[in-house]
């Protein structure tokens, strides 16, 4: 009878046990000095910002890519997010695959973040746009190029853990982004 106690027991406080879906959190990290431009959206919920500039594209002047970076509050850099493949023109564009900031052209805008370690020179974690499940956009409100200026904004950005890093989330979500930056040569 006490092994069947016992044994009920044990299972009830296995049950009743919440399992921690969240995992590993991603630290507090700063926009920096912005002076180039910023982009703001919400990750993981909690409001974050990144200094921001535009780069064109290596392969056609006609369309850009928008990096993104955070810092550590000792100055380190932190968050790497890039968007590639944007046209300079106004309109609502599919973010779907990898970046292509430097790559070939796939006729959309896509997507790439990285978490940097130590000083910012070591990669944490990398990880890849989840095209299987978000459908997001990002739509060009504003281009000036005699000003050299690009404005928008963005859905949702749902990126998978390239390599499951250790004490790094396996999913890193970025909702209702703008951005507001120089293009850069």
Same mark, same amino acid.
Not at 25 to 49: N, V
Not at 134 to 139: A, I, P
Not at 147 to 164: H, P, Q, T, Y
């Given at each position: 009878?006490?092994?069947?106690?016992?044994?009920?027991?044990?299972?009830?406080?296995?049950?009743?046990? !919440?399992?921690?879906?969240?995992?590993? !959190?991603?630290?507090?990290?700063?926009?920096?000095?912005?002076?180039?431009?910023?982009?703001?959206?919400?990750? *993981?919920?909690?409001?974050?910002?990144?200094?921001?500039?535009?780069?064109?594209?290596?392969?056609?002047?006609?369309?850009? *890519?928008?990096?993104?970076?955070?810092?550590?509050?000792?100055?380190?850099?932190?968050?790497?997010?890039? %968007?590639?493949?944007?046209? %300079? !023109?106004?309109?609502?564009?599919?973010?779907?695959?990898?970046?292509?900031?430097?790559? =070939?052209?796939? =006729?959309?805008?896509?997507?790439?973040?990285?978490? *940097?370690?130590?000083?910012?020179?070591?990669?944490?974690?990398?990880?890849? $746009?989840?095209?299987?499940? +978000?459908?997001?956009?990002?739509?060009?409100?504003?281009?000036?190029?005699?000003?050299?200026?690009?404005?928008? +904004?963005?859905?949702?950005?749902?990126?998978?853990?390239?390599?499951?890093?250790?004490?790094?989330?396996?999913?890193?979500?970025?909702? $209702?982004?703008?951005?507001?930056? !120089?293009?850069?040569?």
């Amino acid at each position: 009878m006490k092994n069947i106690l016992a044994t009920f027991l044990v299972t009830l406080i296995l049950f009743s046990c !919440k399992k921690d879906d969240n995992g590993p !959190k991603l630290e507090k990290t700063f926009p920096g000095p912005m002076d180039t431009g910023s982009l703001e959206a919400y990750r *993981g919920g909690a409001f974050w910002q990144s200094t921001a500039y535009a780069q064109y594209n290596a392969l056609d002047s006609l369309y850009v *890519g928008l990096i993104c970076l955070t810092y550590t509050t000792d100055g380190f850099n932190r968050e790497f997010l890039t %968007l590639g493949e944007i046209p %300079l !023109k106004v309109g609502i564009y599919p973010i779907k695959g990898n970046n292509a900031i430097s790559t =070939g052209l796939d =006729g959309f805008v896509g997507a790439i973040y990285s978490w *940097g370690a130590d000083d910012g020179d070591v990669f944490g974690a990398t990880y890849n $746009h989840d095209d299987e499940n +978000s459908q997001g956009t990002l739509e060009v409100t504003f281009i000036d190029l005699v000003s050299k200026r690009i404005a928008g +904004s963005f859905d949702r950005l749902v990126f998978k853990n390239r390599n499951e890093a250790i004490n790094y989330p396996e999913r890193v979500v970025f909702e $209702h982004g703008k951005f507001d930056m !120089k293009i850069t040569e």
